[in-house]
């Protein structure tokens, strides 16, 4: 995954493809995101600041690192049932 700098001369472009590469492994469905001008950003139908768009990309990005690590093994699971079927 690319690091997004927080820098005003980005393309807003990388910002809109960045938000919605997040948001979508995070909640698993596309924003509707597009850019307004002046740095403001239509966010799901809510107006935004390229300032806080970005820290929504920081918090999205670590949401997702928490969800991927609490993620229990499929297989472990699995097996303990297996287990109490047999007893």
Not at 16 to 34: I, L, N, Q, S
Not at 39 to 62: C, K
Request: aromatic residues 8%.
């Amino acid at each position: 995954m690319v690091a997004l700098a927080d820098d005003p001369t980005l393309p807003p472009r990388y910002v809109v493809d960045t938000y919605r590469r997040v948001y979508h492994t995070a909640h698993g469905r596309e924003p509707v995101v597009r850019y307004m001008g002046n740095h403001w950003y239509s966010v799901n139908g809510e107006t935004v600041h390229r300032i806080t768009l970005m820290d929504e990309i920081a918090r999205l990005r670590d949401l997702s690192q928490k969800q991927y690590l609490n993620r229990p093994d499929k297989s472990l699971i699995q097996r303990l049932i297996g287990r109490l079927r047999s007893m």
